[in-house]
């Protein structure tokens, strides 16, 4: 597999048009990747919590899953090390659905016979993303009010594996 691009060539917002499905007549995209993102909840889901803390998004952006698998580990990892494992519910929120393409056109010598430059530009699926809007819950964790900075230090963390900027919200569950 080649390099990765850097996030900037994804970050903004285009038309969507990368429909995905098990049937090939209403499917544009052949061969969509899967998604990289090995569990979307963690941690005890029936728990008795008292709040909610949350990394919302601040604007309007694509975020690669690749970002997000990225994020997910280091909030996690942060989370085990403070705060006991029946005591919380990690959830992360966006499901990428967008698939990213990328037309790689031929700089060497030769490339005429590898490239068409832009004639079929269409591109070949490289990754999927999420389409995030300003004011967003990219991660959610639910836990009791001990744990509140714990959990925003683990948020700092994964907050430098993501583009852009994000705020921390504290929701209480209960009144």
Known sequence: MGKLRK???YRR??????????????SFVRGAPR???TRFDMGNPQGDFDVA????????FQLRQNA???ARKAVIRRLEKGIPKNEFHYRIRPYPHHVLR???LGLTAGADRTSSGMKHAFGKPIGLAARISK?????EVRTKKQYIDAVKKAFEVGKTKLPLS?????IPLKN
């Open 102 to 104: 990328e037309n790689p």
């Open 35 to 37: 998604c990289i993102i």
């Open 7 to 9: 996030a900037i060539a």
């Open 135 to 139: 004011g967003d819950i990219i991660f």
């Open 53 to 60: 803390v949350c990394l919302i998004s601040e604007q309007d």
């Open 68 to 70: 997000v698998e990225s």
């Open 13 to 26: 917002l285009e038309r969507p048009y990368t429909r995905k499905s098990r049937y090939n007549e209403y």
């Open 166 to 170: 994000y705020s921390i919200k504290i």
